[in-house]
């Protein structure tokens, strides 16, 4: 039976009820998932087999057997490792049922049908006695995140400890250590709060609340070893904030503060804490597998490439100075699932930290990143300056945008602001009057522009239409072209002005091809795994992405380095004052030539909106691609990219022979439903 919910089309605005089997929630969640990434992190799978056959070899060595549990197998990759190091029994524990079906289906491909008892159920629902007939004395468990403790591997392995296992079991890992270091970095602090944004001829000021507020209670996780030298500043040495001992798990809290001293190696302004976590994975802490940024690995030329785990990233409610020399205290605290620190004060409440302002319920940290950007928003001041005069009626139509604020400072007569609900109208106004423009701005709450008539604007005829374009219920970079279907409903109901300026005037889809040095691994095929037949996952993944996925995806470009195979290349382009979008259909068809020899595994897609005929914004890239670099290193990165994956990658090359120079593609765009599709082929296999 499906279950019907409401949701808005992002690109024609129109709200539909949509129907969402088991199945489609089941697909999703294994597309969305990053179980092929973690397949693929050979890191990870060795530093787990070399733990666990020391675990089995110890037991074997006392004359014990080895009596095996695995919480969350996923493919059943580890519970098979476990026999073949020679353990007697084996558990296999998984919830998540079509994953667990994936397991029996991977674990018969090995023929291991029978050797490992399949457990389709929570790990703190499982019975001794009826689902295992004894306690294990191996525990293996992979139920970490980017906070190390956000999938609930504390309450995980303490439930096993007191009911599933001997008391002389071994647990992999053993345990794990959580360290901080302090750093100075504007450019990170601009993904954290709305600071003032100093342009030419004009300073929008935030609001004292977003200012005061502790920020966003989600981690804010990260590529942190992408980030630019010139981006930030270590201020302290590294420090141990949190040991979770998961072999005797009485020595660890549900909750917990500790206060922590860390030398001060440079003078600064502390914006952030990036975190990292090690894993101890033996009792001997012999071996090691930490998410450890790149100037601290211990081998950095073996550092591993992951999307699973992440650095983590945690702000602290103001900015506060350091001095080189002194010793800085930070209060460390976490809960069940998640951490968070500041410096320590007087005022220091071990509570999570939540939003008080409603700006980061309300905003993205890419929002807060675009918003903070003070290049993007002088682009945007030098085109308003060309189209406003003091007899300007104007509309802004982006959610939670500071174009009304520009507008009223270059002195438009009145200015009017659609915002889609309640919350969102309260935080422009709270804008519009810390910076003095609430006297000629008026803000419109309404959730479906169709709505709008004259008496809303004061019977007035709109003269500039100003768009960034930007909305809130965008996930890819087309997405906001519902600035086209804005205008044309305006243009239906006559309210704008004959000569109306519109801004963005157009918008041109552009591409590039590349080659992807790790995002491709996320939907990768795995194959063969340290001699395992893990296809049948493979095939799970792959019917995952087909059904539940569009054939593109949203993705942050310049947290993954990849090398452009082509120069940038116009898909289609849009033009915004053309009020006809409701019939039309277009198809774009051509080819992208292959400049450099390579092999390409995915295409990158984004807009440049042309704000004018000589103003552009590319959501892409900042200036034109180089192909004769190593990386491109010019990507947007306060928005994402479109990425098309290559199901099987393509050898390329500008001269042809054995290799695709020219790659094919068919774009068509219905208006009707705002959807665009995609075909990407090679010059010679259709």
């Given at each position: 039976m499906a279950n019907f919910t409401q949701k808005t089309n992002p690109v024609t605005g129109i709200s539909e009820w949509v129907g969402k089997t088991e199945v489609d929630d089941c697909f999703q969640e294994i597309a969305r998932s990053a179980f092929a990434d973690m397949l693929h992190d050979s890191e990870r799978n060795e530093m787990f087999c070399q733990a666990l056959k020391k675990a089995i070899d110890k037991f074997h060595q006392l004359g014990k057997e080895a009596i095996v549990l695995d919480i969350g197998t996923g493919t059943g990759f580890l519970a098979m490792a476990a026999r073949r190091y020679g353990a007697e029994r084996v558990y296999a524990c998984e919830v998540f049922r079509p994953v667990a079906e994936t397991a029996a289906k991977v674990i018969a491909q090995n023929n291991m049908e029978g050797q490992i008892e399949l457990i389709r159920k929570r790990s703190t629902e499982i019975q001794i006695g009826e689902d295992m007939i004894e306690r294990a004395n191996i525990l293996i468990a992979e139920v970490f995140d980017t906070e190390l403790i956000g999938e609930g591997a504390l309450w995980t392995f303490k439930h096993a400890k007191q009911h599933l296992l001997t008391s002389d079991a071994v647990v992999v890992p053993d345990s794990g250590t959580v360290y901080i270091q302090a750093v100075e970095s504007e450019k990170l602090w601009s993904w954290n709060t709305l600071s003032a944004v100093n342009l030419s001829t004009m300073a929008i000021?935030?609001?004292?609340?977003?200012?005061?507020?502790?920020?966003?209670?989600?981690?804010?996780?990260?590529?942190?070893?992408?980030?630019?030298?010139?981006?930030?500043?270590?201020?302290?040495?590294?420090?141990?904030?949190?040991?979770?001992?998961?072999?005797?798990?009485?020595?660890?809290?549900?909750?917990?503060?500790?206060?922590?001293?860390?030398?001060?190696?440079?003078?600064?302004?502390?914006?952030?804490?990036?975190?990292?976590?090690?894993?101890?994975?033996?009792?001997?802490?012999?071996?090691?597998?930490?998410?450890?940024?790149?100037?601290?690995?211990?081998?950095?030329?073996?550092?591993?490439?992951?999307?699973h785990w992440m650095q983590a990233i945690y702000?602290?409610?103001?900015?506060?100075?350091?001095?080189?020399?002194?010793?800085?205290?930070?209060?460390?605290?976490?809960?069940?699932?998640?951490?968070?620190?500041?410096?320590?004060?007087?005022?220091?409440?071990?509570?999570?930290?939540?939003?008080?302002?409603?700006?980061?319920?309300?905003?993205?940290?890419?929002?807060?990143?675009?918003?903070?950007?003070?290049?993007?928003?002088?682009?945007y001041l030098t085109a308003l300056k060309n189209v406003i005069t003091k007899d300007s009626v104007c509309l802004v139509v982006s959610d939670g945008s500071l174009l009304s604020v520009m507008a009223a400072k270059l002195g438009a007569q009145q200015v009017y602001v659609v915002e889609k609900c309640d919350r969102s109208a309260k935080l422009l106004s709270n804008i519009l009057k810390v910076n003095g423009c609430k006297d000629n701005v008026k803000i419109i709450?309404?959730?479906?522009?169709?709505?709008?008539?004259?008496?809303?604007?004061?019977?007035?005829?709109?003269?500039?239409?100003?768009?960034?374009?930007?909305?809130?219920?965008?996930?890819?970079?087309?997405?906001n072209i519902h600035h086209w279907?804005?205008?044309?409903?305006?243009?239906?109901?006559?309210?704008?002005?004959?000569?109306?300026?519109?801004?963005?005037?157009?918008?041109?889809?552009?591409?590039?091809?590349?080659?992807?040095?790790?995002?491709?691994?996320?939907?990768?095929?795995?194959?063969?795994?340290?001699?395992?037949?893990?296809?049948?996952?493979?095939?799970?993944?792959?019917?995952?992405?087909?059904?539940?996925?569009?054939?593109?995806?949203?993705?942050p470009m310049w947290e993954y380095p990849s090398t452009a195979l082509s120069v940038e290349h116009k898909l289609m382009r849009f033009k915004f004052t053309d009020p006809s979008i409701v019939t039309t259909e277009a198809e774009s068809q051509g080819v992208i030539n292959i400049?450099?020899?390579?092999?390409?595994?995915?295409?990158?897609?984004?807009?440049?909106?042309?704000?004018?005929?000589?103003?552009?914004?590319?959501?892409?890239?900042?200036?034109?691609?180089?192909?004769?670099?190593?990386?491109?290193?010019?990507?947007?990165?306060?928005?994402?990219?479109?990425?098309?994956?290559?199901?099987?990658?393509?050898?390329?090359?500008?001269?042809?022979?054995?290799?695709?120079?020219?790659?094919?593609?068919?774009?068509?765009?219905?208006?009707?439903?705002?959807?665009?599709?995609?075909?990407?082929s090679d010059d010679v296999h259709e």
């Open positions: 000021q935030p609001p004292p609340s977003i200012s005061q507020c502790t920020g966003a209670a989600s981690v804010h996780d990260l590529q942190v070893d992408q980030i630019p030298d010139n981006w930030f500043k270590l201020l302290t040495t590294e420090t141990p904030a949190f040991r979770f001992d998961f072999r005797d798990t009485d020595k660890y809290e549900f909750k917990s503060s500790a206060t922590l001293s860390m030398d001060c190696v440079r003078s600064g302004t502390c914006h952030a804490f990036i975190m990292w976590w090690v894993l101890n994975m033996d009792e001997d802490g012999d071996i090691l597998l930490g998410t450890y940024p790149r100037w601290l690995h211990p081998v950095p030329s073996n550092s591993q490439w992951r999307d702000y602290p409610k103001q900015a506060f100075d350091l001095v080189k020399g002194d010793e800085v205290k930070i209060a460390a605290h976490h809960d069940e699932y998640s951490l968070w620190f500041d410096v320590q004060s007087t005022t220091s409440v071990n509570t999570r930290p939540v939003c008080t302002c409603g700006y980061h319920m309300q905003w993205s940290r890419c929002r807060l990143h675009w918003l903070n950007d003070s290049t993007i928003q002088e682009t709450v309404e959730t479906d522009i169709n709505n709008l008539k004259s008496s809303y604007f004061d019977n007035r005829k709109i003269t500039v239409l100003l768009s960034e374009p930007y909305f809130h219920s965008s996930y890819l970079p087309w997405h279907y804005v205008y044309s409903s305006l243009h239906r109901a006559d309210l704008l002005h004959t000569d109306c300026t519109v801004l963005p005037v157009s918008a041109s889809l552009k591409a590039v091809a590349v080659q992807m040095k790790d995002l491709h691994k996320i939907r990768a095929k795995v194959g063969m795994l340290d001699g395992l037949d893990i296809k049948p996952f493979d095939d799970i993944l792959r019917q995952a992405l087909q059904y539940a996925d569009e054939n593109v995806e949203p993705q400049s450099r020899t390579g092999t390409c595994n995915g295409i990158v897609l984004w807009m440049d909106y042309h704000l004018d005929e000589k103003t552009i914004l590319s959501t892409g890239l900042q200036k034109a691609v180089e192909t004769a670099k190593d990386y491109v290193e010019d990507w947007v990165t306060s928005t994402k990219q479109g990425v098309y994956f290559y199901e099987v990658p393509l050898n390329v090359g500008p001269l042809g022979g054995d290799c695709v120079s020219q790659l094919k593609y068919n774009v068509k765009f219905n208006s009707e439903i705002g959807e665009l599709q995609f075909k990407f």
